[in-house]
């Protein structure tokens, strides 16, 4: 993959990596806990910003929140976002 690699934050709510794809701004947050099911920073970032597809890379099982468009992918599968 070759594009742009940012963070961004905002008050209390921070996004560890943002990547530009063409035109688009692909946020991903990374939770250290298991059990961290709640991703306040990121539903903030997609209700801003409305970005096409959003990832929060933890300790959990796939799930795809389809309404917010964001996927969370267990850390092991993190990989395939760069491939």
Same mark, same amino acid.
């Given at each position: 993959?070759?594009?742009?690699?940012?963070?961004? &934050? /905002?008050?209390?709510?921070?996004?560890?990596? $943002?990547?530009?794809?063409?035109?688009?701004?692909? @946020? #991903?947050?990374?939770?250290? &806990? /298991?059990?961290?099911?709640?991703?306040?920073? $990121?539903?903030?970032?997609?209700?801003?910003?409305? @970005? #096409?597809?959003?990832?929060?890379?933890?300790?959990?099982?796939?799930?795809?929140?389809?309404?917010?468009?964001?996927?969370?992918?267990?850390?092991?599968?993190?990989?395939?976002?760069?491939?």
């Amino acid at each position: 993959m070759n594009s742009d690699l940012i963070a961004w &934050s /905002k008050g209390q709510a921070e996004i560890e990596f $943002l990547i530009k794809q063409g035109e688009h701004i692909i @946020p #991903i947050e990374v939770k250290s &806990s /298991k059990r961290s099911l709640r991703s306040k920073s $990121l539903d903030s970032f997609v209700d801003r910003y409305k @970005p #096409i597809v959003a990832y929060k890379i933890s300790g959990q099982n796939f799930r795809k929140n389809k309404k917010k468009k964001i996927s969370t992918l267990p850390i092991y599968l993190c990989r395939k976002l760069v491939e």
